[in-house]
């Protein structure tokens, strides 16, 4: 696992309210409870949901040694004690930290500083950390300037170097905002470039219209923000997305999308599931699915990392060469599990807890009406 982390800030809030603007008045004092401590970004997310799934995971990222670093490596090393063995540290860059703010009823908001993740490129990452591995997958590159930057040259390198290494590679993004170097980058071109190297794509709905047409992406977001399921969006319009990005070469697509589960599409194309290195060259059976899955019901207590979650299951998944429908079950359950607790990644149980759940007829949300749904 590569990417971002950092440093999470997760005060707890001890009522509710119907907008963020009703708690943060300039000069109010807002009675809080006990802060929670965690790490957060693509690695630790992803990476610490596996391992608590019971996958063997090598967490890799840029993290400084300053105060904030020492948190992230402590909290790393109460889930495992070698966890935190293959971060980077740099003794002239600022670890990263978010402060998230989640009131109950109100969406997240994140006052996040980017810190070493800015300065992560394809050479941090080793051939000693790949090896013996035989999944490699990356988060957040756009939360990580040197990635997106030339269009996104050190991101395409990155994802070659895995491949070419023999695994079967994975990639995250994240939302960028549109007023931001992130956000006005020529993701389109970018995407076109790295995907032939990605055999697995894991985007949440809004975060990949907004690639392909920031404009639409922006409409989706307001209307997703207003209550509008899928962003006013039709499971038509979503397999479009799917099938675009097949087209631009990755085999395998998960398409998260958020409260209403997420989507599975593969590549019809069976030679290019073979070339996907050593996890896809094995499953059975998964070209040309399509298929959606609502999530499961759960009380939610914080949707922090509930999209990392969601993919750790899916590629706990992978790891156990389950079949599609079994593979996507396991992904929005894993997701809805997460979502159990405050924090990105406590609510994750072990794979068999989590399949003795299933067995018994965990309950599932209503969900927008796809074609096929698992």
Not at 5 to 34: S, W, Y
Not at 129 to 135: E, K, V
Not at 224 to 250: S, Y
């Amino acid at each position: 696992m590569a990417g971002h982390i950092c440093l999470d800030i997760i005060p707890t809030f001890k009522r509710a309210a119907r907008t963020l603007d009703e708690l943060l008045v300039p000069g109010k004092l807002i009675d809080v409870g006990a802060a929670v401590i965690s790490t957060g970004g693509a690695v630790a997310n992803t990476g610490l949901a596996l391992h608590r799934l019971g996958v063997d995971v090598r967490l890799a990222g840029k993290i400084g040694t300053d105060a904030f670093g020492e948190a992230v490596c402590a909290v790393l090393r109460q889930q495992g004690v070698d966890l935190a063995d293959d971060l980077l540290r740099d003794p002239d860059v600022a670890t990263s930290y978010t402060i998230v703010l989640n009131p109950p009823g109100i969406d997240r908001t994140f006052l996040h500083c980017p810190g070493a993740n800015d300065e992560f490129g394809a050479a941090d990452l080793t051939p000693a950390q790949l090896q013996g591995a035989s999944l490699f997958h990356f988060g957040y590159p756009p939360l990580m300037k040197r990635l997106y930057s030339d269009r996104g040259e050190e991101l395409t390198s990155l994802m070659r170097l895995a491949r070419e290494a023999g695994l079967t590679t994975s990639l995250d993004m994240a939302l960028p905002d549109p007023d931001s170097p992130a956000g006005r980058a020529d993701w389109l071109t970018i995407l076109r470039a790295a995907l032939p190297y990605v055999d697995v794509f894991v985007p949440s709905l809004d975060e990949i219209v907004f690639m392909l047409d920031p404009a639409r992406g922006q409409q989706v977001r307001a209307a997703a923000a207003a209550g509008v399921p899928l962003g006013g969006l039709t499971p038509a319009d979503v397999a479009a997305v799917t099938d675009e990005l097949l087209a631009m070469g990755v085999a395998v697509v998960l398409l998260k999308l958020g409260e209403h589960g997420a989507c599975l599409r593969t590549t019809p194309d069976a030679a290019r599931l073979a070339a996907g290195g050593a996890l896809l060259a094995q499953l059975q059976s998964w070209e040309d699915v399509s298929l959606h899955a609502p999530c499961f019901a759960a009380e939610v207590v914080g949707t922090t990392g509930a999209g990392d979650c969601t993919i750790a299951g899916f590629l706990a998944a992978l790891t156990r060469g389950e079949t599609p429908g079994d593979a996507l079950r396991a992904a929005v359950a894993t997701g809805s599990a997460s979502v159990e607790r405050a924090d990105a990644t406590s609510g994750v149980p072990h794979w068999s807890v989590l399949a003795e759940r299933l067995r018994a007829g965990w309950p599932r949300d209503p969900a927008v009406a796809f074609p096929q749904t698992v």
